[in-house]
C-alpha cells in the first residue's frame, strides 16, 4: 500500500519485450520497490500468462491497448514509461495515446518507432531476416520461436509475427523527456538498432544515450540490473 503523500510522486511502468512477460522485470522491480518506488510490470497479450490469448490477430496495436488500458483503468500518473526491446515500438504508441500522464520515456537496448514505422524497421535487416525465417520454418508462418533471437529461458514463449509487422501509428506528436539505454553483447543481431536507430531517434528528439557494456538483457542480471536502476532512480529524482 502507498501513503496519501505518494499520489502526486512518479511511478514506473516497465514494459518487456519479445518473447517475454512481465517477470522479466522482477529483479530490477524488488530493487526499486524496497528503496521505496512505485512499480508496475503488466504482461503483453499471449505471452507469460496470458499465453491463452494469443493469436494470428495479436499485434502491436493491441501491445498498445493493453498498456494504454493498464494506465488508465488503474488512473495511473506521472509514468516514467520504461521499455526493453520489441517494449520500445509499443511504448511509442502508448505516448501517442496517453502522453499527458508521461514524464519521461526509458528504452532499454531499444528505440522508438516513429508514425508509420515497425518494428523491424526500428531493429533492422537482421532482425528481420531472423523473425521471418524463425516463422516461415518453425511458426506456422505467423510465430516467432521463442529461442530466435537470444537463448530461451522457461519463461519465454513463441511471440507472434504480426506484431514485428504491423505499423505503428503516431499522430498527436507528443514531446516527453526520453533516455536510451544500450547494451553492448550480441551485436550481430542488435548493432543496427544501437549504431543507426537509437542514435538517430536520440538526436531528433534530443534524447541522451547512456551505453552499459553488457548483454541485451540488462535489466535481467547483476551488475548490470544495478546500473540501470541507478539511472531510472537519477531520472525519478529529476522530475
Not at 39 to 56: A, C, D, Q, R, W
Request: hydrophobic letters at 40%; proline letters at 4%.
Amino acid at each position: 500500500m502507498y501513503s496519501q503523500e505518494n499520489v502526486d510522486k512518479p511511478v514506473f511502468v516497465l514494459v518487456h519485450g519479445t518473447f517475454q512477460w512481465g517477470g522479466q522485470w522482477n529483479l530490477l522491480k524488488a530493487d526499486l520497490v524496497s528503496k521505496g518506488y512505485e512499480v508496475y510490470n503488466p504482461t503483453l497479450t499471449g505471452l507469460g500468462e496470458k499465453n491463452h490469448l494469443l493469436s494470428k490477430e495479436t499485434g502491436i496495436s493491441t501491445h498498445i491497448n493493453d498498456i494504454v488500458n493498464f494506465i488508465e483503468w488503474r488512473n495511473l500518473d506521472n509514468i516514467i514509461l520504461v521499455a526493453h526491446s520489441y517494449g520500445g515500438p509499443v511504448i511509442s504508441g502508448v505516448v501517442d495515446r496517453v502522453g499527458n500522464k508521461i514524464k519521461h520515456q526509458v528504452y532499454i537496448d531499444c528505440a522508438p518507432a516513429d508514425h508509420g514505422e515497425n518494428t523491424l524497421d526500428v531493429f533492422g535487416p537482421d532482425v528481420a531476416r531472423i523473425a521471418l525465417e524463425s516463422a516461415k520454418e518453425n511458426g506456422d508462418g505467423w510465430l516467432i520461436t521463442a529461442d530466435a533471437l537470444r537463448e530461451s529461458i522457461p519463461t519465454m514463449s513463441k511471440h507472434p509475427l504480426k506484431s514485428y509487422l504491423e505499423r505503428v501509428d503516431i499522430v498527436n506528436d507528443i514531446k516527453t523527456e526520453g533516455t536510451i539505454i544500450l547494451a553492448t553483447e550480441a551485436m550481430s543481431i542488435f548493432g543496427y538498432m544501437r549504431t543507426t536507430s537509437a542514435p538517430k531517434k536520440a538526436k531528433a528528439r534530443h534524447w541522451e544515450i547512456i551505453t552499459i557494456e553488457g548483454p541485451h538483457t540488462l535489466q535481467e542480471q547483476d551488475p548490470t540490473m544495478s546500473k540501470v536502476s541507478k539511472i531510472l532512480v537519477d531520472i525519478y529524482k529529476s522530475i
